[in-house]
């Protein structure tokens, strides 16, 4: 039979869990943005957990400040040791696309800092810079939340988000239409999968590049390709032979348009663009199956 203590810790723990699972979205929202992966996202929110079922809770008074502190200071430290990793990844590196049709803001009040373009200029920043940006920005957190979570000054705080936001600015990132952003991807496939090179290059910003992030998977180009014309006759030169076999089906990823491709009843390829005033800036390709696993529902 039950104690009376025993049953109390129960409704203990049936309270953790509910306040827990309340925030669950906020801190992977908040841990995929650190990390721009949604394997060692998932492991922060298991980790925060962990320490919050560990923790002496009485003690805690604002539940949801306690727990965005551990999810961003274990994506602080993971950020600091992820660098080292990818040393060994081959060819291109860019973050896991995440599907967005049935989770359109990630738990974020704003859908900030969640598209590819941000995220691969997000990677330039310190792993602080980086935290404060994405607490401010997609979160709305005030300045002296921020200062506590990462354990710094008010006025510091403010200086790591200006400073993140000067890099943003610094690059072409620009806020297009997702209609138009999927016009041109849709004109993109066109052209590639006739291998017209001409049609490509019309499509195409100056100083576009294309990545392919595949880690040495057969078809993955290992080193970015640059410049409008480059880049046409890379996609022009395996347009005989890359497209056959391939059902093109449609997903948002990360907030944005983005094709899949679907051969043997699997997702092979995710093609996605970011753009610019003058066209295809990027060109990002993910074949790396380790990243393609939550990205298999597909959307007319």
Known sequence: ?????????????????????????????????????????????????????????????????????????????????????????????????????????????????????????????????????????AFDYPYPRIAEVISSSVVSARQLVSRARAHLSSTKVATVDPHAQRRLLEAFLTAAQKGDAQELERLFASDVVSYTDGNGVK????????????????????????WTGKTIDWVHVNGQPAATLTEDDAVTTIVTVTTSTEGILQLLWVMSPQKLGHVTAVSA
């Open 1 to 137: 039979m039950s104690s009376p203590d025993d049953l109390g810790r129960s409704g203990d723990l049936e309270e953790a869990v509910r306040i827990f699972d309340t925030h669950r979205r906020r801190l992977f929202g908040i841990a995929y943005r650190m990390l721009s992966s949604v394997a060692d996202a998932e492991d922060i929110v298991q980790e925060t957990w962990i320490r919050w079922q560990n923790t002496d809770r009485t003690q805690i008074q604002e539940p949801v400040a306690f727990l965005t502190t551990i999810a961003t200071r274990l994506s602080i430290n993971v950020l600091q040791s992820s660098h080292t990793r990818r040393e060994t990844y081959i060819g291109p590196w860019l973050p896991e696309p995440v599907n967005t049709d049935d989770d359109p803001a990630l738990g974020a009040e704003r859908a900030e800092a969640l598209q590819f373009a941000i995220l691969l200029t997000l990677e330039k920043l310190t792993p602080t810079e980086r935290a404060a940006y994405i607490l401010r920005e």
């Open 219 to 242: 078809l993955a180009a290992r080193t970015p390709v640059n410049g409008r014309r480059r880049v046409a006759q890379f996609v022009a030169a395996f347009a005989h032979h890359f």
